[in-house]
């Protein structure tokens, strides 16, 4: 069964930058299409982007693209997502998780296997 941890939140000023990291630590999700998504306080879990089983193919919310790329390590059994030009619109829990086909999908209820989130804060 698929355990994914999640690393890399913390504070982080306007404009600046984070890495986050996903972990399957039981390596099995090699062949499933991974994303990340993100629920501010009072709001939906929104989809904000994916990557597929091999890495040829990845996605992004518009609210992220040109500032967020995610990228995975099939070696390293690893997921992330790098985060540039930081927004405080951009605070959040920030979730991975795996879905059950090897393709991206935007839809949260196509994921079967969820890590337990890292806080995202970016403020001066």
């Known amino acids: 069964q698929v355990q994914l941890v999640e690393s890399g939140g913390g504070l982080v000023q306007p404009g600046g930058s984070l890495k986050l990291s996903c972990v399957d630590s039981?390596?099995?999700?090699?062949?499933?299409?991974v994303g990340w998504f993100r629920q501010a306080p009072g709001k939906e879990r929104e989809f904000v982007a994916g990557?597929?089983?091999?890495?040829?193919?990845?996605a992004y919310a518009d609210s992220v693209k040109g500032r967020f790329t995610i990228s995975r390590d099939r070696i390293r059994n690893t997921v992330s997502l790098q985060m540039d030009s930081l927004k405080p619109e951009d605070t959040a829990v920030y979730y991975c998780?795996?879905?059950?086909?090897?393709?991206?999908?935007?839809?949260?209820?196509?994921?079967?296997?969820w890590g337990q989130g890292t806080q995202v804060t970016v403020s001066s």
């Open positions: 998780a795996a879905a059950l086909r090897a393709s991206i999908s935007r839809t949260n209820t196509e994921y079967r296997y």
């Open positions: 039981r390596r099995t999700f090699s062949n499933n299409g």
């Open positions: 990557v597929n089983w091999n890495g040829g193919d990845t």
